[in-house]
């Protein structure tokens, strides 16, 4: 058979559920990818500004990575977590060294953000024998019972799902489109304070956990003011919770400047979690926690494709390459740049509402009118059909649809980084004469 993309196409509604989400009107069938630059099935290139929903961290099949897989490959492919191995233990002290908790912390490595938020959570209810947890709307934890429970989303919600008992919904830090029509800074930070009305009025006074993404990521890059956790945190201890930061999307400098998200914020997590570019496309996830949190987990646990010698090989390589190529400096830098032209967009098409984020993880986000700041997710599938068109790939996100979200990998450098503004800048201007 000769694969060509419609082959692919046509494969894909034959054999694969037919709610596997993909991008655009025809879905885009890539081959291979090197560096900031994947190519599709036909040949023809294009500058990734999404990077497999933030995962390839360090680029496409970078070097250093792709070698220490093959290498691992070759040595021990799987054992599961009954046994500890070199790389498992070798991964596991260098992600400790990195904690952004004080306390002496301990790890535990699975396969995704999903099993890494579940496996948070677990704990969290052991360790402090309580039920009840607190999530945020516009969140997105994974794809498991549990996380489908915790969705602020409603388009990732299954109409027959049985949820998980106890979860309360606390009002999200979307200061654009602020739940109590405030603006900031002088909304004093009321979706924070409410928190202690939600758990004094919804639960039993007391929960297990407030799990929240330092910025909401599939929410499209929702990005909570600076003393946002700040008040929200000493709200869910005092009601004898611990605080779950979900860094899946936010962890390993994609913030800018600093290891992990929740750093940028001025607050220590008790757990925390993540996935996606710790292995730089490898699957993975980690939860981490401090030890005497660790140490109350005493159901048995163990994941068979957990800690899988590959991906462990995979992420010690990232994160080196991370640190030797000076990335977590890179992603501070170049998403200056890339904030500074989206703003200038802004500027130049009355169409886009809001620019967020942080570091190499920005969002715009596109409506109708910015008075009324009414969505256009009509516009929004316009505009990724048009940079497409030329080249360039970005993602989208958000309950409405309508936030373009950014993420190159931090390997990006300032050439690209204007190439890919120029190019969404002339998609603007197509998608807004139609």
């Known amino acids: 058979m000769e694969w060509n993309a419609e082959t692919v196409r046509r494969k894909q509604k034959e054999l694969l559920?037919?709610?596997?989400?993909?991008?655009?009107?025809?879905?885009?069938?890539?081959?291979?990818?090197?560096g900031m630059f994947v190519k599709d099935v036909e040949g023809r290139e294009y500058l990734d500004f999404f990077g497999g929903i933030l995962t390839v961290s360090v680029g496409h099949c970078h070097p250093a990575v792709t070698e220490a897989a093959v290498a691992q490959q070759r040595k021990l492919v799987h054992v599961s977590t009954l046994y500890p191995t070199l790389p498992q233990l070798e991964l596991a002290e260098k992600v400790v060294e990195l904690r952004p908790m004080k306390e002496r912390a301990k790890v535990f490595f699975t396969n995704s953000g999903t099993e890494a938020n579940e496996t948070a959570v677990a704990l969290a209810k052991e360790a402090t024998g309580r039920q009840e947890l607190v999530v945020l709307r516009h969140n997105y934890a994974g794809r498991g019972t549990l996380a489908l429970s915790t969705m602020g989303n409603k388009h990732?919600?299954?109409r027959t799902q049985s949820e998980v008992p106890g979860i309360r919904f606390a009002h999200a830090p979307y200061c654009y489109r602020c739940d109590f029509g405030l603006?900031?800074?002088?909304?004093?930070?009321?979706?924070?304070?409410?928190?202690?009305s939600l758990i004094e009025t919804t639960t039993d006074g007391e929960i297990?956990?407030?799990?929240?993404?330092?910025?909401?990521?599939?929410?499209?890059?929702?990005?909570?003011?600076?003393?946002?956790?700040?008040?929200?945190?000493?709200?869910?201890?005092?009601?004898g919770g611990l605080f779950i930061a979900d860094e899946v999307q936010t962890a390993w400098g994609r913030t800018g400047g600093k290891w992990w998200g929740v750093q940028q914020y001025?607050?220590?997590?008790?757990?925390?979690?993540?996935?996606?570019?710790?292995?730089?496309?490898?699957?993975?996830?980690?939860?981490?926690?401090?030890?005497?949190?660790?140490?109350?987990?005493?159901?048995?646990?163990?994941?068979t494709f957990g800690a899988s010698p590959i991906s462990m090989a995979a992420a010690i390589a990232t994160l080196k390459v991370i640190e030797e190529e000076k990335l977590l400096f890179n992603s501070q830098m170049m998403g200056k740049a890339l904030r500074d032209g989206l703003e200038s967009l802004q500027e130049?098409?009355?169409?886009?509402?809001?620019?967020?984020?942080m570091g190499l993880m920005q969002a715009i986000e596109l409506v109708k009118d910015r008075g009324t700041k009414e969505p256009d997710p009509q516009w929004t599938n316009r505009l990724m059909e048009a940079t497409r068109k030329r080249g360039l790939l970005i993602g989208k996100g958000g309950l409405y649809g309508n936030s373009l979200r950014i993420a190159p990998a931090m390997v990006v450098s300032k050439g690209q980084i204007d190439d890919a503004l120029r190019l969404l800048g002339e998609a603007l201007g197509e998608a807004l004469k139609q």
């Open 17 to 34: 559920f037919p709610n596997v989400g993909t991008y655009y009107e025809q879905a885009l069938a890539l081959e291979s990818g090197k």
């Open 156 to 158: 990732y919600r299954p």
């Open 183 to 196: 603006k900031y800074p002088d909304c004093g930070m009321a979706c924070a304070k409410d928190l202690k």
């Open 208 to 239: 297990a956990a407030f799990m929240a993404e330092p910025i909401l990521g599939v929410g499209g890059f929702i990005t909570p003011p600076k003393e946002y956790f700040e008040v929200a945190v000493p709200i869910a201890r005092n009601a």
């Open 266 to 303: 001025g607050v220590e997590p008790d757990v925390l979690t993540s996935a996606k570019g710790m292995a730089n496309g490898q699957p993975i996830g980690l939860t981490m926690a401090k030890a005497p949190v660790a140490d109350k987990g005493t159901f048995a646990n163990i994941s």
């Open 348 to 357: 130049r098409f009355q169409g886009i509402g809001d620019v967020r984020g």
